[in-house]
Nanobody
Framework: QVQLVESGGGLVQPGGSLRLSCVVS????????IGWFRQAPGKEREGVSC????????YYEDFVKGRSTISRDNAKNTVYLQMNALKPEDTAVYYC?????????????????WGQGTQVTVIS
């Protein structure tokens, strides 16, 4: 049974940092790409970042590039999203999801299994 569980969200001031975790089970992490997405109230779900299977190539949307890092620890079955210099517009529920590749990491429909999400709120 495939499961993804996100954690690490919270309330943080602008300029602060959070590290989100996505713990996976039911499959071999290295065989899948893992994407991070977010959804703010009243908005569509959008891609944030992705790490490819095997080679670990990373992808970032422009709005997080330079202030976020995605990484994976296959031994711990965990993918991380380190987010720095957070802004109020980063406020959203953040989800991780499995995919076969990151080529369309911005498109949620190309990902298969999803976690329940973790809330990130950036407010002064």
């Amino acid at each position: 049974q495939v499961q993804l569980v996100e954690s690490g969200g919270g309330l943080v001031q602008p300029g602060g940092s959070l590290r989100l975790s996505c713990v996976v089970s039911g499959f071999t992490l290295d065989n899948y790409a893992i994407g991070w997405f977010r959804q703010a109230p009243g908005k569509e779900r959008e891609g944030v970042s992705c790490i490819g299977r095997h080679n670990g190539i990373t992808y970032y949307e422009d709005f997080v590039k330079g202030r976020s890092t995605i990484s994976r620890d296959n031994a711990k079955n965990t993918v991380y999203l380190q987010m720095n210099a957070l802004k109020p517009e980063d406020t959203a529920v953040y989800y991780c999801a499995t995919g076969s590749h990151c080529w369309e990491y911005y498109d949620p429909t190309t990902f298969d299994y999803w976690g329940q999400g973790t809330q990130v709120t950036v407010i002064s």
